[in-house]
């Protein structure tokens, strides 16, 4: 697990850090996001979710793989460029192994944060997402095969 440093922006010091947003669907990794991304100066905003829908008639699995590497690709070149990054997705153990391996040598902190709320607070209506049967399908199907549970990272319960 990364530990979490004191992060100054006055400093004339140049700091570029990643920040890793996990959950599954509805959790409130978008909310969280928009938020540090109007706070943290110099952002960059990487949504997989996003990306994926540049290949949206691709079958699942090869696009989300594709989609997530894409994400790290875009990641290690804004850091390069001197700007912190902010990654939202749903990221398995093996997922984040592969995201270290990729970004760690860039020389930049990384912080992991999964949300965690109870499966029947992330099955309700929470704010901006509609979720539809699929979205309820995936987020049970998640949860019972313990997706929610990761060996990274803060955990969050943020239901409140």
Do not use: Q
């Amino acid at each position: 697990m990364h530990r979490t440093k004191k992060y100054s922006f006055s400093d004339n010091k140049k700091l570029y850090m990643i920040i890793v947003l996990n959950g599954p669907i509805n959790s409130g990794k978008t909310t969280v996001a928009k938020i540090l991304w109007e706070k943290i100066p110099n952002c960059a905003y990487i949504e997989v979710d996003k990306i994926r829908e540049f290949i949206d008639w691709m079958d699942n699995e090869p696009a989300w793989t594709i989609a997530f590497d894409t994400a790290l690709s875009v990641a290690k070149d804004f850091i390069e460029k001197n700007l912190n990054v902010l990654i939202t997705y749903h990221i398995s153990d093996k997922g984040y192994e592969s995201l270290v391996k990729k970004l760690k040598p860039l020389d930049s902190d990384i912080f992991a944060f999964t949300f965690k709320p109870p499966l029947t607070t992330v099955l309700t209506y929470r704010g901006t997402r509609e979720i539809d049967k699929r979205d309820k399908s995936y987020i049970r199907d998640s949860y019972k095969r313990n997706l929610d549970k990761v060996n990274y990272g803060e955990i969050i319960d943020n239901s409140d």
